[in-house]
């Protein structure tokens, strides 16, 4: 981890490869040597710029792979995809188990008290309960929506009521119409890369 400090966003001569273990232990590797061993980050071609985008995205991937195990145990048991809970939790806490909102939600997966009590969620700040809670919501969401991801998105951030006063359709609110995009972009980028 301490490399990550010290300037690993720079362009580096390879790619950084990480996988979780059983035990939740995340290894890194510049030679991976296992098949479990996913790009963390991509090897830079000579003098190419390192995007701004990419250096924030590193510290979410970097803590993307200390989550892998509890991501993948939620979507097996409601039956998403992994990459749609990544995804979701990449916008909403980056990764921050101890993140709270302005208006209150909190956690990974950025609960709020009432949806939280709904699914059960004792400690928000819980990882495995908040994503567990929040997998269950996305699950529900999804169904009542007909598979929308969009709209299933749409209603996470802004509440299910929101999108079906709207006509099922995206609610005209900013926070929303940004919200939506950004997180199918890094879902598609994860259902690549998981």
């Known amino acids: 981890m301490f490399l990550f400090g010290c300037g690993l966003v720079r362009p580096a001569a390879a790619s950084v490869y990480a996988y979780?273990?059983?035990?939740?232990?995340?290894?890194?590797?510049?030679?991976?040597?296992?098949?479990?061993?996913r790009v963390l980050v991509a090897e830079q071609k000579d003098n190419a710029p390192v995007a701004s985008a990419a250096r924030g995205t590193l510290p979410i991937l970097v803590n993307k792979a200390r989550y892998d195990r509890i991501v993948d145990d939620a979507a097996r048991t409601y039956g998403l995809e992994g990459a749609l809970l990544h995804a979701v939790i990449s916008v909403e806490s980056h990764y921050n188990s101890k993140a709270i909102s302005s208006k209150g939600a909190a956690g990974l997966m950025q609960l709020m008290p009432g949806t939280a009590k709904r699914y059960g969620v004792?400690?928000?700040?819980?990882?495995?309960?908040?994503?567990?809670?929040g997998a269950k919501y996305l699950r529900d969401l999804l169904k009542l929506f007909n598979s929308d991801?969009?709209?299933?998105?749409?209603?996470?951030?802004?509440?299910?009521?929101?999108?079906?006063?709207h006509g099922n359709?995206?609610?005209?609110?900013?926070?929303?119409?940004?919200?939506?995009?950004?997180?199918?972009g890094f879902y598609r980028k994860y259902q690549i890369d998981l």
């Open 20 to 37: 979780t273990d059983d035990n939740g232990t995340v290894s890194l590797s510049n030679v991976p040597s296992d098949k479990r061993y």
């Open 122 to 133: 004792v400690d928000r700040f819980d990882p495995v309960q908040n994503i567990d809670g």
């Open 149 to 165: 991801v969009s709209l299933t998105l749409a209603a996470y951030n802004a509440g299910e009521n929101a999108v079906v006063r």
């Open 169 to 184: 359709r995206i609610p005209p609110f900013r926070e929303t119409r940004d919200y939506v995009p950004k997180v199918l």
